[in-house]
């Protein structure tokens, strides 16, 4: 099978089930930026070394792939049974960010993004994960998307941020506080 199918060189692309639609189509949009935060997250294995992120991380992109299979299914027309989203992912996510937050210091302002490239690419994640949430929330104004979904992307983006400031105390980089000016 070869890997280009020219089928999309008029600026169209199949959802599960076969039907067509743009390619800046809010479907396309929804999963297209949850492939880009899958990416993110994998260069954000990259950078770092510790096993028990890593295990966690491939964990949330095989998540992220199943959401994707949910999001790029016609739900008019497919027939194809798709591997569940399930709440439990949800709850993972939940019970990593208590277990890092447990040993972080308590926030007293905002944080600048940087002082290390595994930081740096964490905030970057996030800021695609939300970006990735607001298009979902789009596409679940004109088809429903389960609410799982929608919950996971808000509670991966929380997830990302803490551990940002998990790997800026494991690495011994201090947090920049954001000061106001003016």
């Not at 800021?127 to 949430?133: D, Q």
Request: with cysteine; aromatic share 6%; proline share 4%.
């Amino acid at each position: 099978m070869k890997v280009y199918t020219k089928t999309g060189d008029e600026g169209n692309t199949g959802l599960i089930g076969g039907t067509r639609v743009a390619k800046d189509h809010i479907r396309i949009e929804a999963y297209g930026a949850v492939d880009e935060l899958n990416a993110h997250i994998g260069l954000l294995r990259d950078q770092i070394g510790a096993e028990a992120y890593q295990a966690k991380l491939i964990s949330i992109q095989e998540e992220l792939f199943t959401m994707g299979s949910h999001l790029a299914n016609d739900p008019e027309k497919s027939q194809m049974k798709l591997p569940e989203f399930k709440a439990d992912f949800i709850s993972a996510l939940e019970q990593e960010i208590d277990k890092m937050d447990e040993v972080l210091p308590a926030m007293t302002n905002f944080v600048l993004p940087g002082g290390h490239p595994s930081i740096s690419t964490c905030h970057v994640a996030r800021c695609v994960c939300r970006r990735a949430e607001r298009a979902t929330i789009s596409l679940n104004r004109s088809s429903s998307v389960q609410t799982e979904i929608l919950v996971y992307l808000n509670r991966l983006s929380d997830y990302l941020f803490v551990l940002s400031r998990k790997f800026a105390q494991d690495l011994g980089v201090e947090e920049t506080p954001w000061k106001p000016r003016g």
